[in-house]
């Protein structure tokens, strides 16, 4: 008995987890605001100080960008506190919640943001930082709830010990959902829409079943009395994207459809006037088109964001990619596999309809899949 109480020790200290993390995703680039693509890697926290050197080969020591993206995965429910050090811009979402929002030239600065975790649920981790000049340094840390910092001397509960910010450990850091939706049955088209993540607003529910696309038989005349519905046939010819209804971009048959370069829009798909976050209704409309992208695996769109052409040109092409990103983010974390999807913002380069006109300038606010 007295050899087992070491082990008894350390299974009270250790907290248990079913899967261990790598690391985050960073994707860096020359230029303050992602002009450039340079590389890619896997970093396994955010706690860089490169001081004047370059954080990679082939990146300047000053005037770079990088965008780390990842799901975080707590060990413990509770409050934690995510604590940021930084020289020169920050922002730091977490399903899809901006909680940081430092993005500027600055001298080395501290931030706090505290928010509820739960134990074991995967959360969609996005870190975006730029560096001016001078000093170079990001770190990201957190405090953990003062119930994961046990020791000896608070195991039974006979003093406490408040936790400390520490790094992220990267056990609890993935590249990937670890915990990614099931991918649906043949039947897609009858079964229920994913969980949403608790970002995300309850579902309305669901409509009554019904058959697929009777809408669209017209029963023969020689027929029985109660024939069975037919669909009526595919056009030859896709129709073009503003013709399009949103009911239509939810549908496997219709985008396994869509020609290679054809593009449909998304009406339902919409943003609050400078905004990249999405809304509550929206994210309901989009669990459809989840659903069709993992019953089509081997299907591959560019998620395209557009803008009218009000205001600064190039503040309205990241406005548009921070909204195509959004739409990748979401789909993702349904089920989508990243390597469907690519965001691209082109802001309001590719106008549909007149911007000259006010009642028709709000078309050209909209997201398109184009396939690839």
Known sequence: MR??????????????????????????????????????????????????????PRLPAEDFSVRWTGWLMPPTSGKYVFHVTVD????????????????????????????????????????????????????????????????????????????????????????????????????????????????????????????PRTATVVPRPRRPAAPEPRPAPAPTVPPPPA????????????????????????????????QARLLPAVRTALDGLAAALRARPALRFEVQGHTDNVGNAELNRQLSQQRAEAVCLYLTAHGVAEGQLRPVGYGGTQPVADNADPAQRPRNRRVALRRL
């Open 3 to 56: 050899n087992a109480w070491p082990l008894l020790l350390a299974a009270a200290i250790a907290p248990a987890r079913a899967q261990t993390g790598t690391g985050l995703k960073g994707d860096y680039y020359e230029g303050t605001n992602f002009e450039k693509y340079v590389l890619t890697r896997r970093d396994a926290t955010i706690n860089f100080n490169w001081g004047q050197q370059p954080p990679a």
């Open 88 to 211: 020169d811009g920050i922002r730091l979402w977490l399903n899809d919640r901006l909680l940081l929002n430092e993005w500027r030239g600055q001298p080395q600065s501290s931030y706090t943001a505290a928010v509820e975790l739960r134990a074991g649920e995967p959360y969609r981790l996005r870190v975006d930082y730029c560096q001016y000049g001078l000093d170079t340094r990001v770190f990201v840390t957190w405090e953990q709830p003062a119930a994961t910092a046990a020791s000896w001397r608070n195991l039974w509960g006979m003093t406490s010990e408040k936790a400390r910010p520490e790094p992220i450990s990267a056990a609890y850091l993935f590249q990937n959902n670890p915990k990614p939706v099931a991918r649906p049955a043949a039947s897609a088209a009858a079964a229920p829409a994913p969980k949403a993540l608790p970002a995300a607003s309850v579902a309305p529910p669901p409509a009554p079943r019904r058959a």
């Open 243 to 274: 013709a399009v209804a949103a009911a239509d971009s939810s549908r496997p048959a219709r985008l396994a459809n869509l020609a290679v370069g054809e593009a449909i829009i998304l009406p339902d798909l919409y943003f609050d006037q400078g």
